[in-house]
Antibody
Framework: EEQLLESGGGLVQPGGSLRLSCVAS????????MTWVRQAPGKGLEWLSE????????RYADSVKGRFTTSRDNSKNTLYLEMNSLRAEDTAVYHC?????????????WGQGTLVTVSS | QSVLTQPPSVSGAPGQGVIISCTGS?????????VHWYQHLPGTAPKLLIY???NRPSGVPDRFSGSKSGTSASLAITGLQAEDEADYYC???????????FGTGTKVTVL
């Protein structure tokens, strides 16, 4: 069974940094594009970033471009999201997901998420 | 920001059916990009319901069906069951934003 498990969330002050991890099991991580999606309290889902199977190509939503960095260590079956210059509006549950198919592909499976709270 | 618009909520009695609309534009659904649908219970992992406009993954009941026309898509749920109470999101790709977009989300209530 394919599974994803996020970790690394917590309470951080505005302007601070945090690194999230996502460990994959049941499939070969290097074969797939991986993504990060978040859900702020009371809000909908928001796509944040994706990284190619090799890790050499990334792209980001405008809301996090320049502040967040997505990377991966395929030898550890792990995806990362490095978050800097955090703002109150970054408070959310962060999910990782595997992307299927081409440019407009779908996400499956997803992890259950890790909560990030940005507050002083 | 959500560029795909869904109704905030829909409801139906057990056994009835509901339809959730997902309205986009010529930079996403209308361009020909596929639409996918997810079921989400807060605190859990979102679950893929429909991919490629109308395809069901293995294990998803045939009570769930998807369609797409022009700049819109729809998710139909027939024979509503209590376990269908959840939030539902459509998703596509937007060429203007060069990124993936989700719908605003619809809460389904089984009366």
């Amino acid at each position: 069974e394919e599974q994803l498990l996020e970790s690394g969330g917590g309470l951080v002050q505005p302007g601070g940094s945090l690194r999230l991890s996502c460990v994959a099991s049941g499939f070969t991580l290097s074969s797939y594009v991986m993504t990060w999606v978040r859900q702020a309290p009371g809000k909908g889902l928001e796509w944040l970033s994706e990284v190619s199977g090799s890790g050499t190509s990334t792209r980001y939503a405008d809301s996090v471009k320049g502040r967040f960095t997505t990377s991966r260590d395929n030898s550890k079956n792990t995806l990362y999201l490095e978050m800097n210059s955090l703002r109150a509006e970054d408070t959310a549950v962060y999910h990782c997901a595997k992307k299927y198919s081409g440019g407009d592909g779908w996400f499956d499976p997803w992890g259950q998420g890790t909560l990030v709270t940005v507050s002083s | 920001q959500s560029v795909l618009t869904q109704p905030p909520s829909v409801s139906g009695a057990p056994g009835q059916g509901v339809i959730i609309s997902c309205t986009g534009s010529t930079s996403n659904i209308g361009t020909g990009y596929h639409v996918h649908w997810y079921q989400h219970l807060p605190g859990t992992a979102p679950k893929l319901l429909i991919y490629g406009n109308s395809n069901r993954p293995s294990g998803v009941p045939d009570r769930f069906s998807g369609s797409k026309s022009g700049t819109s898509a729809s998710l139909a749920i027939t024979g509503l069951q209590a376990e269908d109470e959840a939030d539902y999101y459509c998703q596509s790709y937007d060429s203007s934003l060069s990124g993936f977009v989700f719908g605003t989300g619809t809460k389904v209530t089984v009366l």
